[in-house]
């Protein structure tokens, strides 16, 4: 890893490490500066390398999540943003790697030297009680969606069941913009720790 700048920090850099302070004593106006502050240059970012605008949100909001959760272990002496760009980098990278596995189909026959042919592979993930499975992992995930409270819970069913926009929802909701980023934001980060609680149940 690369030693600090011996240079002073920027005015930028300073009032970030306050809002980091301030957040990690527990100060949720902290987490919505940063977003605030970040929100567009990290779209910006991300939008070069990511085309579609609403996966470019989508992915800026997850990078948040995983760089507020991980904020204990942010060191200081670092510029944030550097360390908030870093994580939002890596994560559109592994979003964009995803994307681009390869799969073969077997259903479609494969063309080989001696001609077609039709792929057969053993059904080696069968469980007689997947479809159990599913419907209990579908109600964990819905109970965690309608434990929310209101204010969350509209949003997120908006934005992720009604497949609405950012801006369809501000809205309709009557509300800014960043707000209903931050209020989605707040949504995923606690839906996150609900299912992480009952990961057990979810395998």
């Given at each position: 890893m690369?030693?600090?700048?011996?240079?002073?920090?920027?005015?930028?850099?300073?009032?970030?490490?306050?809002?980091?302070?301030?957040?990690?004593?527990?100060?949720?106006?902290?987490?919505?500066?940063?977003?605030?502050?970040?929100?567009?240059?990290?779209?910006r970012?991300?939008?070069?390398?990511?085309?579609?605008?609403?996966?470019?949100?989508?992915?800026?909001?997850?990078?948040?999540?995983?760089?507020?959760?991980?904020?204990?272990?942010?060191?200081?002496?670092?510029?944030?943003?550097?360390?908030?760009?870093?994580?939002?980098?890596n994560?559109?990278?592994?979003?964009?790697?995803?994307?681009?596995?390869k799969?073969?189909?077997?259903?479609?026959?494969?063309?080989?030297?001696?001609?077609?042919?039709?792929?057969?592979?053993?059904?080696?993930?069968?469980?007689?009680?997947?479809?159990?499975?599913?419907?209990?992992?579908?109600?964990?995930?819905?109970?965690a969606?309608?434990?929310?409270?209101?204010?969350?819970?509209?949003?997120?069913?908006?934005?992720?069941?009604e497949?609405?926009?950012?801006?369809?929802?501000?809205?309709?909701?009557?509300?800014?913009?960043?707000?209903?980023?931050?209020?989605?934001?707040?949504?995923?980060?606690?839906?996150?720790?609900y299912?992480?609680?009952?990961?057990?149940?979810?395998?």
């Amino acid at each position: 890893m690369s030693q600090p700048s011996s240079a002073p920090p920027s005015a930028s850099s300073e009032e970030d490490r306050v809002y980091v302070t301030q957040a990690l004593a527990g100060d949720q106006s902290a987490y919505g500066a940063l977003m605030t502050k970040y929100q567009q240059p990290l779209q910006r970012h991300v939008a070069k390398m990511v085309r579609d605008s609403a996966i470019v949100e989508d992915l800026v909001q997850e990078a948040f999540v995983k760089a507020f959760k991980a904020l204990e272990r942010y060191a200081p002496e670092y510029a944030f943003s550097t360390w908030l760009y870093r994580i939002t980098t890596n994560h559109t990278i592994d979003h964009i790697r995803r994307k681009k596995l390869k799969t073969v189909s077997i259903d479609k026959p494969v063309q080989t030297r001696d001609g077609e042919m039709q792929m057969e592979l053993p059904d080696t993930t069968y469980r007689p009680d997947r479809h159990l499975v599913m419907d209990q992992r579908n109600e964990i995930i819905a109970a965690a969606i309608a434990d929310l409270p209101p204010k969350y819970h509209r949003v997120i069913v908006m934005r992720h069941q009604e497949e609405k926009s950012y801006e369809e929802i501000a809205v309709e909701l009557d509300l800014p913009l960043g707000t209903v980023k931050a209020h989605i934001f707040r949504a995923r980060a606690l839906l996150n720790k609900y299912l992480r609680d009952r990961r057990s149940e979810l395998m």
